[in-house]
């Protein structure tokens, strides 16, 4: 499929490169998302459906896996919908670089996603919906999905990238489930942890009267269903309520706002409708209660179609990330750009959305702009190359690189002109003095750092070796040169021949400093007590982060922090805390120098901070330690030791 799919690119790049007069390997153009637009958010693949799970201070998006579909010519068929059978996944903290978390393979009948399938009784996966909820003290994952329309399933997992499983073995909403029956499709999950840690999941759709309707039933389909979730959110607690949303279609949504919930559904195009109804828009209706009744109120989101062209069902989730609101929303940019049309391949789309102080929700105004980036990207941390803001020529795909996230991915079908970039990168004043990369090929080629165009200020250029294999990593390190402030950087790839030139996947850069001293990785050369490595929040250095696993007595001791000189240094903490205030006690070779050392919030999980005390150090190797002291602790990344 991806093959195909890279060919036709190459071939458009050819074409368009001849038309203009350009060399036919001069740089590759973007698809669909051109640079300083943010919609699409991604368009080196698709996603339908998208649902949103705010955690950590990113926002994740859950989204169908629409895939091209070929004709035995070669040429694109449209949309069936038989490739849904995964869940794609991507997040972000800044809403205009995206990491790709791959494919969730959710159906497992019938030999789907090739044997590797979860849900062993599924044949697909259309529109998921994910949330957490802390159970026993731990936070657990839930990913809902529908088997075509014909039930509820749902996976579980520690983390909101997997790795998922599934629970119970069987679909948890069927039509036989009480309160279910009269529903028309059974599809489109939406779920909801209300503050008091309660589950609910919407669902539902369609027009009762099979091919002839009245227009009664089109009116009032009531098919649309809220149940009430167990505390394991893998039960259902009594019987179905039917939600009366008129014209109901499909597409559940659900969200809370100043003590109201709104329940939010695609209209149905069908029969005749009152003017404030409008067929083919996301109305939205409000309670008191989440289990209804809801009362209708408006509509707040047209069809994609008024606003790209292609137009197709409209599919959307209200979710909130650092205070703002937003919705998302899928639409046929990427295929109509490629192909002329849409051809009912969808690819997903995020605007701010409003709600006034009466309660109503403004009309939103879709467009390829979308939201401006809501936080600079670090540089010197390790950004994962399938963290991408634009790009062109480029695919996605697994990766057994070491160190990496989970379902970890790699930049791949690189050739001579292909790109990708990431916005808003601060450099700081001091500026960056290297970049190190980590690749694999059996051919090789160039790697340009260029600042704000793919022919902007080269800034330093990596030369990539054939390292033995595609997935034979290897990390390459160059000096770079006048990168400071803040910049759109583009990694621009070189090289000759047809083939993959190298795999890619992470890079980071490190900091020209006044002040020269020694990182020790929190997961080196250290000894723990109740307190493990993690690799789920992202923006760390080296292999991961240390995670305190107890309030008190947790401890990370580095073992070997070597000196020149005795002398009080300045060691500097870089770590990440969402909120709040937390208290570390700090041991020098044994013995306590510091009591109750506060490490205020950076702002989430995978904002990293920085904190910086003075301690004496002997001549030669010192340990030094953290210890809990009744508030868990900080994520640690590492320690930077002053030389003077």
């Not at 936080?375 to 690189?401: D, Q």
Request: with cysteine; net charge negative.
């Amino acid at each position: 499929m991806k093959r195909k799919y890279k060919i036709f690119l190459l071939i458009i790049s050819l074409l368009a490169s001849s038309l203009s007069g350009m060399p036919a390997l001069a740089a590759t153009s973007t698809i669909a998302k051109s640079v300083g637009n943010s919609n699409p958010l991604i368009d080196h693949h698709l996603g339908a459906d998208p649902s949103a799970l705010t955690y950590n201070g990113r926002v994740y998006l859950y989204m169908s896996s629409d895939n091209y579909e070929y004709n035995s010519d070669n040429t694109i068929k449209d949309n069936s919908f038989a490739n849904l059978k995964s869940v794609n996944v991507i997040s972000s903290d800044d809403m205009v670089n995206w990491t790709d978390h791959g494919s969730i393979p959710v159906a497992g009948a019938y030999g789907a996603n090739s044997g590797q399938g979860i849900a062993k009784w599924a044949g697909a996966s259309w529109a998921p919906a994910a949330t957490v909820k802390n159970i026993n003290g731990k936070d657990k994952f839930f990913l809902y999905f529908a088997n075509s329309a014909g039930g509820i399933g749902v996976l579980t997992a520690d983390s909101p990238i997997g790795p998922w499983s599934d629970p119970i073995g069987k679909a948890l909403v069927t039509l036989s489930t009480p309160g279910m029956s009269g529903v028309v499709w059974l599809f489109d999950p939406a779920v909801f942890v209300d503050s008091d840690g309660t589950g609910y999941l919407y669902c539902g759709g369609g027009i009762p009267g099979d091919s002839n309707p009245t227009q009664a039933q089109r009116a009032n389909p009531k098919t649309a269903r809220v149940l009430k979730l167990g505390s394991d959110m893998t039960s259902i607690v009594g019987s179905a309520v039917t939600i009366d949303a008129p014209f109901m279609f499909e597409d559940s949504g659900i969200h809370k706002y100043n003590g109201t919930y709104y329940y939010s559904y695609c209209i149905n195009f069908s029969g005749t409708h009152p003017s404030n109804i409008p067929a083919g828009e996301i109305g939205y209706m409000t309670s008191s209660s989440p289990m209804g009744p809801f009362t209708y109120k408006g509509h707040f989101l047209k069809n994609p179609g008024v606003f790209f062209k292609s137009g197709g069902n409209n599919h959307h989730c209200v979710f909130n990330l650092n205070n703002e609101w937003y919705v998302v929303y899928h639409a046929q940019t990427v295929s109509q750009a490629l192909f002329g049309a849409g051809k009912g391949y969808r690819s997903p789309h995020i605007n701010k959305l409003v709600q006034n102080q009466d309660g109503t929700i403004q009309e939103v105004a879709a467009d390829y702009k979308g939201v401006s980036q809501i936080s600079n990207l670090n540089p010197y941390n390790r950004v994962e190359a399938e963290t991408i803001g634009w790009n062109a020529g480029i695919l996605t795909e697994k990766c057994s690189a070491s160190g990496g996230p989970v379902s970890n991915q790699d930049v791949t079908s690189i050739h001579n002109g292909d790109w990708i970039a990431v916005g808003n990168a601060d450099f700081g004043s001091d500026g960056a003095k290297t970049v190190k990369a980590n690749v694999a090929s059996t051919v090789g080629g160039k790697i340009e750092i260029r600042l704000d165009s793919v022919t902007g200020s080269l800034v330093g250029t990596l030369d990539v070796p054939s390292t033995g294999g595609t997935q034979t990593w290897k990390e390459i390190e160059t000096t770079v040169s006048n990168a400071t402030g803040v910049h759109n950087v583009f990694f621009v790839f070189t090289g000759n021949g047809s083939n993959n030139l190298f795999n890619f996947d992470y890079w980071q850069f490190s900091q020209n400093s006044s002040t020269n001293g020694t990182t020790y990785e929190a997961e080196g050369d250290t000894t723990f007590t109740n307190a493990v490595v993690e690799t789920l929040n992202l923006g760390y250095n080296g292999t991961g982060y240390a995670n305190f696993n107890g309030y008190s007595d947790a401890a990370i001791q580095w073992n070997n922090v070597y000196c020149a000189y005795d002398g009080t240094k300045n060691v500097k903490f870089r770590y990440a805390l969402e909120k709040g205030a937390r208290n570390l006690d700090v041991y020098v070779n044994g013995a306590k120098v510091s009591s109750d050392v506060s490490f205020e919030a950076t702002g989430s999980w995978s904002t990293w901070g920085e904190k910086t005390i003075q301690v004496a150090l002997k001549s030669g190797s010192n340990t030094l330690k953290v210890v809990t002291t009744g508030t868990e602790g900080p994520n640690i990344d590492s320690i930077t030791v002053s030389a003077k």
